[in-house]
């Protein structure tokens, strides 16, 4: 805090100057509240990325295995030029895609029952049963995925058939992963919503799934953008459930992790291509107004 | 809008098809730790507690356990006071670029933890000498501090403001009006804040991977290094049903305590 604490007597005169200018001065305010946070993210956050995306232009000797230090595109050409890539790339933005889509599917008609159909006693409890998966470890739920999918696993024993660990177990995963990430901001924002909107477009003569479309449906968009934010970055990145349930497929993630310990500079400029796609689509939705759902 | 007793319903079974597809596996997890089988044969042959005693007896599940939550501990100290700071000044002032601040702490976790990880594990290992405890502790801070913020502002965005000013206004200084109306109003937001911090930490294994040192095993590291190994499968499970009936306690607290039930989701 910018105004310390100061127990019994009067201030000392230069704290109480301080204190004067502080109260005067609103900008030295916040600035006085956001030098160590600042501080903290640009040393410990901002750096460390500007640092990588500078690796991205290095290259690793191929004979000596160091990094040299000089500026290059060569990554960038071989990232481009090279088909596994863009296969990979395409598989990984296509399987965050998917994983968005259902996650909005399956969350929309959740969060509608959450919000405007359960009784004021149930909302509570349908907003923690939602809330409790989140809590639970991110290994575990992917595991035991694995083991519902594994041959003879329930999957078999239960529904005598089972996708087996492959790209659709994959996105049947993330999308069991991040659900509750897309649910509730538009629970929030179903919730916030006001009846008298609906109401007054049933008295106008709306049927329920007009007004569905056309009032509902653009009030809690900034939500669903919210929540695809998540659903989409954290399937983007990820590298360990598509080792634990996707068979031999890999996703961008595996390529990174892989080359991290080759060649850093080339992981750098891999990890370039999910950094652009996010800040890209950061961008795009911020005049949405979602960023202030998040 | 008034719905029909065929879309309620219809929205009804929605709900609970979501809900089944939400706790099955996780039951599954529970179950299968009792399972008598090693290889998990389903529907289990048999029901036994051995797998539960052999994970609480082992050492590595309890050292990689205090670790954790020490290492969780630790992150949701940095992030309370960086977020609580942020969130002062995002939500009560006016100031160029504040939407630039808020969307930078949102970026460690709207990014994908893999870059996060790479990034900080390229300048502690070329700048600090290597990875340690320490930055394993600093890498967790540095994506935990936006729940801590998220709260925290919104909490302050919606009640502090004018009672502040009344308060200033009925002759309180800085310091009475913070200790007296600005912290109690903040506080359950922080406790829904720091929770969701200690949860995420306590939980992450991507950061974890690329700056934990050496000798720093969390639990989640502990699952993963283990999990593809047919003779600690059983023990693995074991561990993996602890932390599913586990996940009851934090939500039951912010419930309790803070009083607010949507305790603002980890996002």
């Known amino acids: ?294 | 809008m008034t719905l029909s007793r065929t879309s309620r319903w219809i929205l009804g079974v929605a709900m609970a098809l979501g809900l089944a597809f939400v706790y099955v596996p996780l039951a599954i997890v529970v179950v299968n730790s009792f399972n008598t089988s090693r290889l998990f044969q389903w529907p289990p042959p048999g029901f036994t507690t051995e797998w539960w005693q052999a994970a609480f007896q082992n050492q590595g599940v309890r050292d990689a356990l205090v670790t954790s939550i020490f290492v969780a501990v630790l992150a949701t100290a940095i992030a309370l006071v960086l977020g609580t700071l942020t969130a002062m000044a995002v939500s009560r002032y006016q100031f160029w670029g504040r939407n630039t601040v808020s969307l930078l702490f949102v970026f460690p976790i709207a990014l994908p933890g893999i870059i996060t990880g790479i990034a900080l594990n390229n300048v502690f290992t070329s700048f600090l000498g290597g990875l340690t405890f320490l930055t394993l502790v600093i890498g967790h801070g540095t994506f935990c501090v936006v729940v801590v913020l998220n709260n925290t502002a919104a909490r302050l965005r919606r009640v502090v403001g004018n009672v502040e000013e009344a308060a200033m206004d009925l002759g309180a200084n800085r310091t009475q009006t913070f200790r007296d109306i600005t912290f109690p109003a903040m506080r359950s937001a922080l406790f829904a804040g720091g929770l969701l911090a200690f949860g995420l930490s306590f939980d992450e294994i991507i950061v974890t991977t690329f700056t934990a040192g050496p000798g720093t095993q969390t639990l989640p590291l502990w699952i993963f290094q283990n999990l593809f190994r047919p003779n600690s499968a059983p023990i693995v499970n074991a561990v993996a049903a602890f932390l599913v009936l586990v996940s009851i306690v934090p939500v039951y607290l912010a419930q309790r305590l803070s009083g607010d039930a949507t305790g603002g989701g980890r996002i």
């Open chain 1, 1 to 294: 805090m910018a105004t310390t604490a100061v127990t019994g007597g009067k201030p000392a005169g230069s704290m109480r100057r301080l204190r004067a200018t502080m109260h005067r001065r609103p900008g030295l305010r916040v600035a006085s509240l956001l030098a160590l946070p600042m501080t903290w993210m640009v040393l410990v956050y901002l750096t460390p990325l500007a640092l990588l995306f500078v690796t991205a232009f290095w290259t690793t000797d191929s004979f000596t295995g160091l990094t040299k230090r000089t500026f290059s595109l060569e990554n960038f050409t071989d990232i481009l030029t090279e088909p596994a890539y863009y296969t990979v790339v395409m598989r990984t933005v296509g399987i965050a895609a998917s994983v968005t889509v259902l996650c909005t599917l399956i969350g929309v008609p959740m969060a509608f029952f959450m919000a405007r159909v359960a009784s004021a006693r149930w909302q509570p409890v349908l907003v923690a049963l939602v809330l409790t998966p989140l809590w639970a470890s991110y290994l575990v739920k992917v595991y035991a995925w694995r083991t519902i999918l594994a041959p003879e696993g329930p999957a078999e024993s239960w529904l005598g058939a089972s996708p087996g660990y492959g790209l659709p177990a994959v996105v049947l995963t993330l999308t069991y992963l991040w659900l509750p990430y897309m649910i509730l901001p538009i629970y929030a924002g179903l919730a916030n919503m006001r009846g008298s909107f609906l109401e007054a477009a049933a008295d106008l003569g709306s049927r329920p799934w007009r007004t569905f479309r056309t009032v509902v449906l653009p009030m809690v968009w900034p939500s669903i953008v919210a929540g695809s934010i998540f659903t989409f970055s954290l399937s983007l990145g990820d590298y360990i459930t598509v080792q634990l349930v996707g068979g031999s497929s890999l996703m961008l993630g595996n390529a990174i992790y892989q080359n991290f310990s080759v060649s850093l500079p080339f992981a750098a400029a891999l990890a370039t291509i999910p950094v652009i796609v996010m800040v890209g689509y950061l961008l795009a939705v911020r005049r949405s107004g979602a960023l202030d759902n998040l």
